[in-house]
């Protein structure tokens, strides 16, 4: 009997074994398919511009080196004969994605470039705001000076105000500095992240990638679905720009539903979220609960995923929401990371028949009251705006939100003008994107083709990030931003003079607009060429004007 009960251990040792073994090769195995594809994703979607190089501009220290682009111009032909034209700078948000000497390794992640400062200022140091208003300029700041051609000290001055901020959380260090203010260039944020129904962390990777080569200056992570933590920590560790995101999405994926959620779970969800690096949080913490009856009689009741789920835990608990109540423990905890806090607009309206309702201008106020209660702790603040709103009714809101909100940074997403274009709303938004960010929105979060109807894809990305470029570029020059219109008279002047490389290559997509020249008069010969398809070359006004 002893015998026989060695023996049948001895067996399921061994199967144990056999079956531990089997499980770590099924995970190498996995891994290695893993990395795989995020690398042949990341190859794929990253790689420099045409005629373009990356440089560097130098600042007061060797670790201090601001990335940008430079396009290389042909020259004018002229009777006396050609004549250079100088290449032109451009602020450029691709890290090592517009590189063409860039080793891109998924895995390991991109070179953490701010990591000797993060060691210098050592555990527990301030947030930026604080040192702002010690009047302590970082090289954060230095690097915002530089990258936007403004002064560090102006710089400093809008962070101690509370009109701009630079997200930037210490475990992050791989993100090149940025600063979201009314004074600096208009940004853009891209939406990224899985669902329930679909995509994976290589699908994430190349929405990121395809972002900030094509132009965003932040890019929030909504993933829904599985694998919430490692995507983040993928998208992170590869990110060149600040990271943000909705940390209620993941708490209420492990709780199951609104009603099991609390304020224990959302806390541990914020420190994991800020320990991995995340630079900035939407919180919907302006939906109180005497808000949620003010939207009943709104025609598309509360479109915000946060929002909705906040006001749902209000009505099952009958009570004031955990995040209101427990606000100022949020800041402590934003403080100790440097996270950025992104008041988010749980009660934006979803229809152009909502805009300005009283469920709206109610979270408002108390956003403005949560801005304080943020700056009080030293913790820098965003504040977040309408969704869909009509062309009469922009100009007032962002008004309505300077005022409210002390000139705290405002971040929009849209607004969408119009109700009527499914599958064209990266269209109706980027028309209120532009009229919003030239009455001094500081951040247009983008839409893509896909609002209102699926999860966007790498494409999808991509279009939307154009757009929204466009549309931010526009509130740059109707603002008079110095330097804004030198992008526009280059390529004005390529036009004009007929050089069609750089015509393509100043453009915000230079393959697409290369490709629709293409269509029609696809020889080389044609690049030489005094007309397009459309007026053809006895009708092109601007070769008239040039022989006149």
């Known amino acids: 009997m002893t015998e026989r009960t060695d023996h049948s251990t001895s067996n399921a040792a061994t199967a144990v074994a056999t079956t531990t073994q089997a499980a770590a090769a ?26 373009s190089r990356k440089i560097y501009i130098e600042g007061s220290r060797p670790d201090l080196r601001v990335a940008a682009r ?3 111009l042909t020259a004018t032909a002229t009777p006396q004969g050609p004549r250079p034209n100088s290449p032109l700078r451009l602020y450029d948000t691709g890290g090592p994605y517009t590189d063409a000497a860039a080793e891109l390794d ?9 990591a000797p400062w993060i060691a210098e200022r ?16 970082t090289p954060e700041m230095e690097y915002v000076a530089l990258r936007e051609g403004l002064s560090s000290d102006f710089v400093r001055d809008e962070i101690a105000r509370g009109r701009a901020v630079i997200p930037a959380n210490p475990h992050h260090p791989e993100a090149e500095p940025m600063a979201i203010g009314r004074h600096f260039k208009v940004k853009v944020n891209a ?28 890019v929030m992570d909504l993933s829904t679905g599985e694998a919430i933590h490692a995507t983040r920590d993928c998208l992170l560790r590869n990110s060149p720009v600040p990271i943000g995101t909705v940390p209620l999405y993941q708490t209420l994926e492990e709780v199951g539903s609104p009603e099991a959620l609390s304020w224990e779970r959302f806390r541990d969800t914020l420190i994991e979220q800020a320990e991995q690096g995340v630079d900035y949080f939407t919180i919907h913490a302006g939906v109180r609960q005497q808000h949620v009856s003010l939207a009943r009689q709104r025609l598309t009741g509360i479109v915000s995923r946060g929002g909705s789920i906040m006001a749902r835990w209000c009505q099952a608990h009958g009570r004031e929401s955990f995040l209101y109540e427990h606000f100022d423990e949020i800041c402590e905890i934003l403080a100790r990371y440097d996270v950025t806090i992104s008041l988010g607009d749980g009660l934006r309206p979803g229809s152009v028949a909502d805009a300005s309702d009283a469920a709206q201008m109610a979270e408002l106020r108390t956003l ?43 971040y929009t997403l849209g607004p969408i003008v119009t109700d009527i274009a499914p599958g064209y709303d990266h269209i109706t938004s980027a028309i209120g994107a532009a009229q919003i960010g030239w009455h001094g929105t500081a951040m247009l979060c983008y839409v893509t083709p896909k609002e209102h109807l699926g999860l966007p894809n790498a494409d999808d990305v991509r279009t939307g990030i154009v757009t929204y470029k466009a549309a931010a570029h526009a509130a740059d020059l109707a603002r008079g931003l110095p330097g804004a219109r030198a992008r526009d008279d280059a390529l004005s ?3 004009y003079e007929f050089r069609w490389e750089d015509q393509f290559n100043l453009s915000l997509d230079p393959e697409r607009a290369r490709a629709y020249h293409d269509e029609t008069l696809p020889k080389e010969t044609h690049k030489e060429a005094a007309f397009c398809s459309m007026c053809g070359p006895r009708f092109c006004a601007m070769a008239i004007s040039r022989e006149l």
């Open 191 to 218: 939406n990224i992240g899985n669902s329930p129904l679909g995509s994976d962390i290589p699908d994430e990777l190349e929405k990121l990638i395809h972002a900030v080569r094509w132009g965003a200056d932040t």
């Open 368 to 410: 403005g009251e949560l801005t304080q209660r943020a700056w009080d702790r030293d913790v820098q603040v965003i504040v977040e705006g309408p969704g869909h709103i009509p062309m009469d009714q922009i100009e007032a809101n962002m008004r309505a939100q300077r005022e409210a909100c002390f000139e705290a940074p405002f």
């Open 493 to 495: 002047k390529a036009r």
């Open 106 to 114: 998924p895995i390991r992640g991109i070179a953490p470039i701010r």
């Open 26 to 51: 099924e995970a190498a195995t996995d891994d290695c398919l893993l990395a795989e594809a995020l690398r042949q994703r990341a190859a794929a979607a990253a790689g420099p511009f045409p005629a």
């Open 122 to 137: 050592g555990a527990n140091a301030p947030t930026q705001l604080s040192y702002a208003r010690a009047g302590i300029t």
């Open 70 to 72: 430079e396009v290389e």
